[in-house]
T-cell receptor, first 117, second 112 residues
Framework: GAVVSQHPSRVICKSGTSVKIECRSL??????MFWYRQFPKKSLMLMAT?????????EQGVEKDKFLINHASLTLSTLTVTSAHPEDSSFYIC?????????????FGNGTRLTVT | AQTVTQSQPEMSVQEAETVTLSCTYD???????LFWYKQPPSRQMILVIR??????QNATENRFSVNFQKAAKSFSLKISDSQLGDAAMYFC?????????FGTGTRLKVLA
């Protein structure tokens, strides 16, 4: 089956530093990947849609200069949290679809727990 | 606005029994897809079942089945013969395009 690998699974960083999270589709090509944020005991909130070879599309209220997304290849998208602050601490999950149509099920990475001290 | 509502924050079921998780959604679209995802303590999101809105037949996957009522905009998940491994957060999701809209989730506890 389609596998999405996300790395790192956990990261602790100091306030003011930047953190990069990688999302890879291991056995399929993903033109589009999605980045979600999940607060404790809450649902998944779509942050942005990552498009290979073009700029990401950010959801309303998500700072694009804060959360930099790069989708340089069909198998890799990265999310960089710049100048992280404690309020950025959260669980970040990436996902990708193995199919070509919008209704193809999403396959999720294992998530990254970010803690900013 | 397109929304997905899961009115049961938490549910419990005895092992081997049947439980139904509810989900309603609001949309003006006629063509869309609905999904149930499971998130166990590992936090890995796992697809449980999907339903295409233009299909009247309810989807089934082994012990999992849905009751899709398009007119009522309802999409409930029935888990039969519940197992301890079914304990998880369950999220209902709706998508008319490439964007998935998730409900707030239902935590399912399975009692031995």
């Amino acid at each position: 089956g389609a596998v999405v690998s996300q790395h790192p699974s956990r990261v602790i960083c100091k306030s003011g530093t930047s953190v990069k999270i990688e999302c890879r589709s291991l056995d399929f090509q993903a033109t589009t990947m999605f980045w979600y944020r999940q607060f404790p005991k809450k649902s998944l909130m779509l942050m942005a849609t990552s498009n290979e070879g073009s700029k990401a599309t950010y959801e309303q209220g998500v700072e694009k200069d804060k959360f930099l997304i790069n989708h340089a290849s069909l198998t890799l998208s990265t999310l960089t949290v710049t100048s992280a602050h404690p309020e950025d601490s959260s669980f970040y999950i990436c996902s990708a679809s193995a199919g070509s149509s919008y209704n193809s099920p999403l396959h999720f990475g294992n998530g990254t727990r970010l803690t900013v001290t | 606005a397109q929304t997905v509502t899961q009115s049961q924050p938490e549910m419990s079921v005895q092992e081997a029994e049947t439980v139904t998780l509810s989900c309603t959604y609001d949309t003006s679209e006629s063509d869309y897809y609905l999904f149930w995802y499971k998130q166990p303590p590992s936090r890995q999101m796992i697809l449980v079942i999907r339903q295409e809105a233009y299909k009247q037949q309810n989807a089934t996957e082994n012990r999992f089945s849905v009751n899709f009522q398009k007119a009522a905009k309802s999409f409930s998940l029935k888990i039969s013969d519940s197992q301890l491994g079914d304990a998880a957060m369950y999220f209902c999701a709706y998508t008319p395009t490439y964007k998935y809209i998730f409900g707030t989730g239902t935590r399912l506890k399975v009692l031995a």
